[in-house]
């Protein structure tokens, strides 16, 4: 399995508007195109409070980009982030990592 690492920084003020759209919409439409939601993080203790960090799953590279391009062009998609953004952007800074895991990780 591939894990994705994806840290997202939130635009000022905007956090909770990221999350609700993650919640209500994003990861419904991620299992939709065959990206397995694995985990959702904020931190609660050291580094940014503007940062939602996540770890989605595919299994193999071929797949994880005809995922991403199949939700990428999603109209149900475009129009969710549409409407999100109708006040400006949610995000000011988006990483994204393939986490390769050590021998002795509980996941693969």
């Known amino acids: 399995m591939i894990h994705e690492l994806r840290i ?3 635009a000022p003020g905007r956090l909770p508007d990221l999350i609700a759209r993650f919640s209500d919409h994003t990861t419904g439409l991620f ?3 065959g990206i397995t939601n ?3 993080w904020t931190n609660s203790v050291g580094g940014r409070n503007d940062e ?3 770890i989605v799953g595919f299994e193999s590279m071929a797949q994880r980009d005809a995922a991403w391009a199949a939700f990428a062009s999603d109209p149900e998609w475009q ?3 549409a ?3 109708v006040n400006g952007p949610l995000l000011s800074h988006l990483e994204n990592r393939i986490l390769k895991p050590t021998d002795f990780s509980a996941l693969r």
């Open 8 to 10: 997202y920084t939130a």
């Open 79 to 81: 129009k969710v982030r």
């Open 52 to 54: 939602l960090w996540y």
């Open 31 to 33: 299992e939709k195109h």
């Open 83 to 85: 409407e999100s953004e």
């Open 38 to 40: 694995i985990g959702y």
